[in-house]
């Protein structure tokens, strides 16, 4: 008769196997070379039921909209009261960095990465797809500020070429 | 010869001329001419003083416009609370008046039905973020926005934003409130009514009408008294402007000889234009209504140029009389003397039959008398102490500058009342803590803010600013007591080279404990004057014990925690005592709000925001805020501070924090200070944050615990705010683990331990022994001579997953 502990004991080795195999998988997919399906669009991204956040995000996108439009003062309102509805959602603060980066504010740009960053997380909405943008826009906004970001910039680019290929994000796609 | 004879022959005739004449004659006629002269040479310079007057007020600023302040729009949108946010209320305070029938709407008029509302809003005029005015229907869902659609094309609007509501303004020291307006801007039916009323032969006039003259002399003399004024508009506009209201000789020939000028020098638009501001019609409370613009938005709450027939008659038909006539006071006077007006006009021919049998037919609709926004005056000072950095008092009274704030008005009006009605209610309950004196009554002051981004949604920053104009929330330092407790906690959770001092299943220890330090030994104690011995830590906070915290700030060092709390905001002067860390510094509540604010936006520091933007009197953009942030702790930490602080509301000493049935996530803590001298609660939600300090100013007891003072202050206004529910959640990072924990050691359970209870950690820091094992190591347990390894391969392993 084996007791528990052998049980346990006897498991221990496969599940430790079956772990590494599956923590290295995931770990190359994240970290060394995986390629995001899709970047996130912001109007693809679901409020989950939530008027609010609902509000928020469509508030968001016609920000980007008018960024597309090159209405940047009527873009950078639309954000601002998309953040007064709803001051924790983070794509507002990623569209906010886009905006920043492209109207030459780098610093300001990092800042609203900062805030992005911390919601997304905070969500546990930092997909790859996500990510993605962070680190494409991080290395803009350094690039930008004389500060390196080439690394970051280089990085977004393998990761999506199509997207990052030429640097930069543009609101239309990101909206 | 000839020439000599000639002579001879003309002197005769001379002399007998001037025998004709007086003897007085010659000196008489040379003081006259030399009086003359001398009279005409005075006339002059006084001319040209009197020029030298108006050029200088025509071409130098005209008017003081006082700067006016706004709070943060409303904004509407499907799925708001359209009670929880007083929809109606909000229309009313910003003039909308509602009307029945849905016919056509005005801009600022609006249908209240069953399950729907229609609403013209009014167009809001803004450098950056202008929004027209539009015609839009509201459906209602029992008490949410269902949707918002624009009319008449259906299409949909996602978020709807009402123009900001003014929450005060910095006057000059005559208290004139005035809105420019461009002659482009007035329609020209109020130009017609006002010129039919006080002088309908401007266009044609030089500055005095000799016939307005001697009909006002005429019909004066038939009436024994002063009925009717023979003054041009022109005169009626100098004597605002330069003259004292005197009825002399002196000042009326000023007037006519300054009219005079003002018509030889300026167009007629001009003076009309300078006329239409300037024009005093009436009062609001302390402050004097000065030109169409302002009396357009007190009297209709709308723009000038939105003004019927009707309206515009009825402000042309107060200039007269203006408090006199006001229709506030008497309605049914005022709408009389319209319909004179509208009369007049009709026979000058200004309008015609339709317009003005329609004219004659409209109801009076006046905007609602807005409340004084005395409520805001501690956030207005606030306001004025920044901008005063950059300008000065005489630009912010005269400029006529608009401060877009932060203000959330709801949250200010609700935070007004909880203080106010939560201080009167404790000395009620306890007599003791009423004073005859109101200068020296038992204080309060409330500060709201948006964690995310450090906006100031409200500022209470006393009971009562007549009495007192100090903003406890910003100008006051006050020690802390036990509010300053997390950043010792902090301190010790934070992960420094390598793994922190305590995690959430570790134990402190509350034993008798004695610190040297220069003043002689330091000896904390328990606020129930007992000790508890070994408690786990989040007990330690929960029920705020101060030999365990003492015990830890040293164990975790001063320094340390002066450099979190430096960290989180906190800028006042922090000494390096043992005290410090239950609370003996003195900071201020707007300190200790950002600084909680830190840990609801999970560690990253919003920079303090009252201002929005800032716009001239011509409608530039002089600045625009600027959010700022940096993270300045790892958002694992903050949200184990954030768990700790949701014990303290759910099972410490904030428990009350649940009584009226809040529903929904709260982290806080209690705060009072040796002796009972001040009273604090800083609590907040993932959404906002907010802080409650009571005490007097002359530091004395006031013998009752903060869960008995502030917190129920506190309370009151989330709840309202809120609507009982607080939207969100705080998340949980993905580097802080949930694990079960033996809770008597703190031991890792595994299974076939008999009690556990979930419990957070930071990657990397779980703890190392096991239940059943008894508190040895993971890998112990398995029979493993390294355990080590396996307990951090399973942290890693867990990390991955």
């Given at each position: 008769?084996?007791?528990?502990?052998?049980?346990?004991?006897?498991?221990?080795?496969?599940?430790?196997?079956?772990?590494?195999?599956?923590?290295?998988?995931?770990?190359?997919?994240?970290?060394?070379?995986?390629?995001?399906?899709?970047?996130?669009?912001?109007?693809?991204?679901?409020?989950?039921?939530?008027?609010?956040?609902?509000?928020?995000?469509?508030?968001?996108?016609?920000?980007?909209?008018?960024?597309?439009?090159?209405?940047?003062?009527?873009?950078?309102?639309?954000?601002?009261?998309?953040?007064?509805?709803?001051?924790?959602?983070?794509?507002?603060?990623?569209?906010?960095?886009?905006?920043?980066?492209?109207?030459?504010?780098?610093?300001?740009?990092?800042?609203?990465?900062?805030?992005?960053?911390?919601?997304?997380?905070?969500?546990?909405?930092?997909?790859?797809?996500?990510?993605?943008?962070?680190i494409g826009l991080r290395g803009a906004a350094l690039q930008a500020g004389g500060r390196g970001g080439g690394?970051?910039?280089?990085?977004?680019?393998?990761?999506?070429?199509?997207?990052?290929?030429?640097?930069?994000?543009?609101?239309?796609?990101?909206? | 010869?000839?020439?000599?004879?000639?002579?001879?022959?003309?002197?005769?005739?001379?002399?007998?001329?001037?025998?004709?004449?007086?003897?007085?004659?010659?000196?008489?006629?040379?003081?006259?001419?030399?009086?003359?002269?001398?009279?005409?040479?005075?006339?002059?310079?006084?001319?040209?003083?009197?020029?030298?007057?108006?050029?200088?007020?025509?071409?130098?600023?005209?008017?003081?416009?006082?700067?006016?302040?706004?709070?943060?729009?409303?904004?509407?949108?499907?799925?708001?609370?359209?009670?929880?946010?007083?929809?109606?209320?909000?229309?009313?305070?910003?003039?909308?008046?509602?009307?029945?029938?849905?016919?056509?709407?005005?801009?600022?008029?609006?249908?209240?039905?069953?399950?729907?509302?229609?609403?013209?809003?009014?167009?809001?005029?803004?450098?950056?973020?202008?929004?027209?005015?539009?015609?839009?229907?509201?459906?209602?869902?029992?008490?949410?926005i269902e949707e918002i659609r624009q009319l008449p094309s259906g299409r949909e609007i996602w978020a709807l934003?009402?123009?900001?509501?003014?929450?005060?303004?910095?006057?000059?020291?005559?208290?004139?409130?005035?809105?420019?307006?461009?002659?482009?801007?007035?329609?020209?039916?109020?130009?017609?009514?006002?010129?039919?009323?006080?002088?309908?032969?401007?266009?044609?006039?030089?500055?005095?009408?000799?016939?307005?003259?001697?009909?006002?002399?005429?019909?004066?003399?038939?009436?024994?008294?002063?009925?009717?004024?023979?003054?041009?508009?022109?005169?009626?506009?100098?004597?605002?402007?330069?003259?004292?209201?005197?009825?002399?000789?002196?000042?009326?020939?000023?007037?006519?000889?300054?009219?005079?000028?003002?018509?030889?020098?300026?167009?007629?638009?001009?003076?009309?234009?300078?006329?239409?501001?300037?024009?005093?019609?009436?009062?609001?409370?302390?402050?004097?209504?000065?030109?169409?613009?302002?009396?357009?938005?007190?009297?209709?709450?709308?723009?000038?140029?939105?003004?019927?027939?009707?309206?515009?008659?009825?402000?042309?038909?107060?200039?007269?009389?203006?408090?006199?006539?006001?229709?506030?006071?008497?309605?049914?006077?005022?709408?009389?003397?319209?319909?004179?007006?509208?009369?007049?006009?009709?026979?000058?021919?200004?309008?015609?039959?339709?317009?003005?049998?329609?004219?004659?037919?409209?109801?009076?609709?006046?905007?609602?008398?807005?409340?004084?926004?005395?409520?805001?005056?501690?956030?207005?000072?606030?306001?004025?102490?920044?901008?005063?950095?950059?300008?000065?008092?005489?630009?912010?009274?005269?400029?006529?500058?608009?401060?877009?704030?932060?203000?959330?008005?709801?949250?200010?009006?609700?935070?007004?009342?909880?203080?106010?009605?939560?201080?009167?209610?404790?000395?009620?309950?306890?007599?003791?803590?009423?004073?005859?004196?109101?200068?020296?009554?038992?204080?309060?002051?409330?500060?709201?803010?948006?964690?995310?981004?450090?906006?100031?949604?409200?500022?209470?920053?006393?009971?009562?600013?007549?009495?007192?104009?100090?903003?406890?929330?910003?100008?006051?330092?006050?020690?802390?007591?036990?509010?300053?407790?997390?950043?010792?906690?902090?301190?010790?959770?934070?992960?420094?080279?390598?793994?922190?001092?305590?995690?959430?299943?570790?134990?402190?220890?509350?034993?008798?404990?004695?610190?040297?330090?220069?003043?002689?030994?330091?000896?904390?104690?328990?606020?129930?004057?007992?000790?508890?011995?070994?408690?786990?830590?989040?007990?330690?906070?929960?029920?705020?014990?101060?030999?365990?915290?003492?015990?830890?700030?040293q164990q975790v060092g001063i320094g340390r925690v002066i450099e979190v709390a430096r960290r989180l905001g906190?800028?006042?002067?922090?000494?390096?005592?043992?005290?410090?860390?239950?609370?003996?510094?003195?900071?201020?509540?707007?300190?200790?709000?950002?600084?909680?604010?830190?840990?609801?936006?999970?560690?990253?520091?919003?920079?303090?925001?009252?201002?929005?933007?800032?716009?001239?009197?011509?409608?530039?953009?002089?600045?625009?805020?600027?959010?700022?942030?940096?993270?300045?702790?790892?958002?694992?930490?903050?949200?184990?501070?954030?768990?700790?602080?949701?014990?303290?509301?759910?099972?410490?000493?904030?428990?009350?924090?649940?009584?009226?049935?809040?529903?929904?996530?709260?982290?806080?803590?209690?705060?009072?200070?040796?002796?009972?001298?001040?009273?604090?609660?800083?609590?907040?939600?993932?959404?906002?944050?907010?802080?409650?300090?009571?005490?007097?100013?002359?530091?004395?007891?006031?013998?009752?615990?903060?869960?008995?003072?502030?917190?129920?202050?506190?309370?009151?206004?989330?709840?309202?705010?809120?609507?009982?529910?607080?939207?969100?959640?705080?998340?949980?990072?993905?580097?802080?683990?949930?694990?079960?924990?033996?809770?008597?050691?703190?031991?890792?359970?595994?299974?076939?331990?008999?009690?556990?209870?979930?419990?957070?950690?930071?990657?990397?820091?779980?703890?190392?022994?096991?239940?059943?094992?008894?508190?040895?190591?993971?890998?112990?347990?398995?029979?493993?001579?390294?355990?080590?390894?396996?307990?951090?391969?399973?942290?890693?392993?867990?990390?991955?997953?």
């Amino acid at each position: 008769m084996k007791g528990k502990p052998a049980r346990r004991a006897a498991l221990t080795g496969p599940l430790v196997v079956v772990s590494l195999v599956l923590a290295s998988s995931l770990g190359c997919a994240t970290r060394i070379g995986y390629r995001p399906a899709e970047p996130v669009r912001i109007s693809e991204v679901s409020p989950a039921g939530d008027a609010v956040r609902r509000a928020s995000l469509r508030l968001c996108v016609e920000g980007l909209r008018a960024d597309e439009d090159g209405r940047s003062a009527r873009a950078r309102s639309q954000y601002e009261r998309a953040i007064q509805i709803d001051p924790t959602n983070p794509w507002v603060y990623l569209s906010l960095a886009r905006h920043e980066v492209e109207s030459g504010e780098p610093d300001r740009a990092l800042e609203y990465l900062q805030q992005a960053d911390s919601l997304l997380r905070a969500e546990g909405a930092l997909s790859p797809e996500v990510e993605l943008h962070l680190i494409g826009l991080r290395g803009a906004a350094l690039q930008a500020g004389g500060r390196g970001g080439g690394g970051d910039l280089e990085r977004a680019a393998q990761l999506s070429p199509e997207v990052w290929g030429d640097g930069r994000l543009t609101a239309s796609e990101l909206r | 010869m000839a020439k000599t004879r000639r002579k001879a022959a003309r002197r005769p005739a001379r002399r007998a001329k001037s025998k004709r004449l007086p003897g007085w004659f010659r000196p008489a006629a040379l003081a006259v001419a030399c009086t003359t002269i001398a009279l005409g040479w005075i006339s002059a310079g006084w001319v040209v003083s009197l020029d030298r007057v108006v050029r200088a007020r025509f071409e130098g600023q005209r008017f003081r416009v006082p700067s006016r302040v706004y709070s943060a729009p409303t904004i509407l949108y499907p799925g708001l609370d359209w009670k929880l946010v007083d929809l109606e209320g909000s229309l009313r305070r910003l003039g909308y008046r509602r009307v029945k029938g849905t016919r056509s709407l005005e801009s600022g008029q609006y249908v209240w039905g069953d399950n729907r509302v229609r609403l013209f809003v009014h167009a809001f005029d803004h450098p950056s973020r202008p929004e027209p005015a539009r015609d839009v229907v509201l459906r209602l869902s029992g008490r949410s926005i269902e949707e918002i659609r624009q009319l008449p094309s259906g299409r949909e609007i996602w978020a709807l934003p009402l123009e900001p509501e003014q929450i005060g303004a910095y006057y000059g020291p005559d208290r004139e409130q005035r809105e420019l307006v461009t002659l482009d801007e007035v329609p020209p039916v109020l130009v017609d009514a006002v010129l039919a009323v006080e002088d309908q032969r401007f266009e044609t006039h030089s500055g005095i009408d000799p016939r307005r003259i001697a009909g006002a002399m005429l019909a004066n003399l038939r009436a024994g008294a002063v009925r009717q004024g023979g003054s041009t508009l022109t005169q009626q506009l100098v004597k605002n402007f330069f003259l004292t209201p005197e009825r002399t000789l002196k000042r009326k020939t000023q007037e006519a000889v300054m009219a005079l000028l003002v018509e030889a020098r300026y167009e007629k638009p001009e003076i009309l234009q300078a006329y239409l501001n300037e024009i005093y019609l009436g009062q609001r409370g302390a402050t004097a209504i000065h030109g169409v613009g302002e009396a357009a938005r007190v009297f209709y709450g709308k723009p000038v140029r939105e003004l019927s027939t009707a309206e515009s008659a009825l402000i042309a038909a107060i200039i007269q009389s203006p408090n006199g006539l006001s229709p506030y006071r008497d309605a049914d006077g005022a709408v009389q003397r319209r319909d004179l007006v509208l009369d007049l006009m009709k026979r000058q021919g200004r309008i015609d039959d339709a317009a003005w049998k329609a004219a004659r037919a409209e109801p009076l609709r006046l905007a609602a008398v807005t409340a004084d926004p005395g409520d805001a005056r501690y956030f207005l000072d606030l306001l004025r102490r920044q901008l005063s950095a950059v300008y000065t008092p005489e630009v912010l009274t005269s400029e006529g500058l608009r401060v877009y704030s932060t203000l959330d008005r709801r949250a200010q009006r609700l935070g007004a009342i909880a203080l106010r009605e939560g201080l009167a209610d404790l000395e009620k309950r306890f007599p003791h803590l009423a004073t005859e004196d109101p200068s020296r009554s038992l204080q309060g002051c409330m500060v709201v803010m948006r964690p995310q981004t450090g906006e100031i949604l409200a500022l209470v920053g006393g009971r009562d600013y007549r009495v007192s104009q100090f903003d406890r929330c910003t100008q006051a330092r006050r020690q802390t007591g036990s509010v300053f407790k997390p950043f010792v906690y902090i301190a010790a959770l934070e992960p420094k080279r390598g793994r922190p001092l305590l995690t959430l299943a570790s134990f402190v220890d509350d034993t008798p404990l004695e610190v040297k330090t220069p003043s002689g030994p330091w000896e904390p104690r328990n606020f129930d004057r007992k000790f508890h011995g070994r408690v786990p830590v989040r007990e330690a906070l929960e029920r705020s014990f101060n030999v365990a915290t003492a015990r830890l700030g040293q164990q975790v060092g001063i320094g340390r925690v002066i450099e979190v709390a430096r960290r989180l905001g906190i800028t006042s002067r922090l000494p390096e005592v043992p005290s410090l860390v239950l609370g003996t510094a003195e900071v201020s509540p707007m300190e200790i709000t950002r600084a909680y604010a830190t840990l609801a936006s999970g560690g990253v520091r919003p920079e303090v925001q009252a201002i929005e933007d800032l716009v001239d009197g011509v409608g530039n953009t002089l600045e625009r805020r600027r959010l700022r942030f940096e993270r300045v702790i790892d958002a694992g930490t903050a949200f184990l501070a954030t768990s700790m602080l949701e014990g303290v509301a759910e099972r410490g000493t904030a428990a009350g924090v649940r009584s009226t049935g809040l529903r929904g996530p709260v982290a806080g803590k209690t705060g009072t200070t040796d002796g009972e001298h001040d009273l604090w609660f800083v609590g907040y939600t993932p959404e906002l944050v907010a802080a409650v300090w009571l005490g007097f100013d002359e530091p004395r007891s006031l013998g009752v615990p903060s869960s008995v003072g502030a917190l129920p202050i506190w309370r009151r206004f989330v709840k309202d705010f809120t609507g009982g529910t607080v939207r969100g959640v705080f998340r949980r990072p993905a580097d802080v683990e949930r694990v079960e924990i033996e809770p008597s050691t703190g031991a890792l359970a595994l299974a076939g331990c008999p009690e556990r209870r979930a419990e957070l950690f930071l990657a990397g820091t779980l703890p190392d022994h096991t239940c059943p094992a008894g508190g040895r190591g993971l890998a112990e347990a398995h029979g493993d001579d390294s355990p080590g390894v396996r307990s951090r391969f399973f942290d890693w392993l867990r990390r991955q997953m």
